[in-house]
């Protein structure tokens, strides 16, 4: 960072999530006087936990993509290497409208990196298949000529429109509550299209990412290399415990390093001073020389407009409402793990309204251990924007989410699970909190922090702007960080 006046090397960071931890955290480090304002009363953000028949749970994310070790060095960091733990194996499975398969083995986004995989064929038919070979012999330029794709667009025209639905629209729809047709591929997938350039297909391009960052975070020693064939869902990582403890781990942090942290203290309002910034909260101000804003998108240009007024107009959409429901259930036949470590669901699969299911003791040896033989957490989500931008009508109230999550966990695992089979449930509602990277966002973030780049000590962080996943936020976070000033 650039040299300032000892009096101005303090910093206000607003939102209490991942990112503000991680900015408060990197400014402690530089010399700055940090003070942290979340609105809520809890940190972490959507990565936080909550107690379902005695178990804590997260609440949010429960995972981190390894094809960055940007998590497992703040882990690292934070005293938590020795508590990465790999899932269990056994693969993620895709419910089709035709009904379950694993889920192949595929890259990115639901991609296959190799068409003619036993796996692939089985989900495409012999037609579909064909269609998705012809890829690497179509010119680099179809797909990647264009400044802006959605995900969609770039995969029926390489691939065809069976590994669109079949494959890639169930993962996307699982892991960014979207449809493919609205996303930009470049924020969800960065570098991706740069590889079809380079390699000269859309399936080498995945496997050439696949190859990069495959390597799984070891508890001890460098990150090693899975096997090349690694089931689709096994490019991720954990905490034994859960991702929550990282939280825990980075708040302490935080306090050791004198940061103050402040909950409870929503920013209503933000000006530009002469010496810095001024951060308005229920009557009080606080002023600092650099300010960096932590919360989601839309607030956060809420907020600054009125100081930086190159803003105006470029308020970003809201991500769509996420409602997880956790089941705690006594059933012995999902021991054997009918599904592996969860379930995605194609969106046009008839009768089954969530759009994923994670069999968490499935999935994490550490929680099997603690839940004990015979109990099982299933953690069922629903809420996707659909191809209109709309958000589809379905289950909304707590027990009405409860009766489509029997319904669904029943379909979806195969295994009989009625109301008396609950030991205790619960559901998790995030509003908006999940980044919606639509067509022409990646410009539009582009040029709001351009705008706050000209007024100077200022940065904008989360996921909104970096991507979804925790890794895309700590990566960005830091390089932002880091910049400032410079």
Not at 181 to 200: C, E
Not at 407 to 421: F, K, S, T
Request: hydrophobic share 45%; aromatic share 4%; with cysteine.
């Amino acid at each position: 960072m650039g040299s300032m006046p000892a009096q101005a090397r303090t910093a206000l960071v607003l939102g209490g999530g991942m990112s503000g931890l991680l900015s408060a955290r990197e400014l402690a480090s530089a010399g700055y006087q940090v003070t942290v304002l979340e609105a809520g009363t809890e940190w972490g953000g959507c990565v936080g936990s909550h107690t379902v028949a005695g178990l804590t749970l997260d609440s949010g994310a429960e995972s981190f993509a390894t094809r960055s070790d940007a998590v497992a060095r703040l882990a690292a960091e934070l005293g938590l290497a020795g508590s990465i733990v790999p899932p269990r194996p056994g693969g993620a499975w895709v419910q089709l409208p035709d009904g379950p398969r694993e889920l192949p083995k595929t890259g990115v986004l639901g991609i296959p990196a190799n068409p003619w995989d036993p796996e692939v064929r089985r989900s495409l038919g012999p037609v579909g298949t064909l269609r998705a070979a012809l890829d690497r012999f179509l010119p680099a330029s179809v797909g990647t000529a264009d400044d802006v794709i959605s995900v969609s667009a770039l995969v029926k025209a390489r691939m065809g429109s069976r590994v669109l639905e079949r494959l890639v629209a169930p993962v996307v729809g699982g892991v960014h509550s979207a449809d493919p047709g609205l996303l930009d591929v470049d924020m969800v997938a960065p570098g991706l299209r740069a590889g079809i350039r380079r390699h000269g297909s859309l399936a080498a391009a995945v496997s050439a990412q696949r190859r990069a960052g495959a390597g799984s975070p070891s508890n001890s020693g460098p990150r090693q290399e899975p096997p090349a064939q690694a089931k689709a869902g096994s490019a991720v990582a954990g905490l034994e415990r859960g991702m929550h403890t990282l939280v825990t781990a980075l708040v302490g942090d935080l306090r050791d390093r004198g940061v103050t942290l402040l909950s409870g203290t929503p920013a209503s309002a933000v000006v530009r001073m002469p010496e810095g910034w001024r951060v308005s909260s229920h009557g009080a101000t606080f002023d600092a020389g650099t300010l960096v804003v932590g919360v989601d998108g839309p607030a956060a240009v809420d907020l600054l407009e009125a100081a930086v007024p190159a803003l105006a107009g470029r308020r970003p959409p809201g991500g769509p409402d996420v409602k997880l429901v956790t089941l705690v259930v006594n059933r012995p036949e999902l021991d054997r793990r009918p599904r592996g470590t969860g379930i995605l669901v194609a969106p046009q699969t008839p009768g089954i309204e969530a759009k994923a299911l994670t069999h968490a003791t499935g999935k994490w040896d550490w929680l099997a251990e603690a839940a004990g033989p015979g109990r099982h957490v299933v953690r069922l989500s629903y809420g996707r924007v659909d191809g209109a931008g709309g958000q589809p009508g379905g289950p909304d109230t707590d027990d009405e989410l409860f009766a489509a999550s029997l319904r669904d966990a029943q379909a979806l695992l195969g295994v009989a699970i009625a109301a008396e089979d609950v030991v205790d449930w619960d559901v998790v509602r995030w509003r908006g909190s999940l980044p919606f990277a639509a067509v022409g966002h990646r410009a539009r973030v582009a040029e709001i922090r351009k705008a706050c780049a000209a007024v100077g000590n200022l940065a904008v962080v989360g996921g909104w702007v970096a991507g979804n996943g925790l890794a895309a936020v700590v990566s960005d976070t830091i390089e932002q960080i880091r910049n400032l000033d410079r």
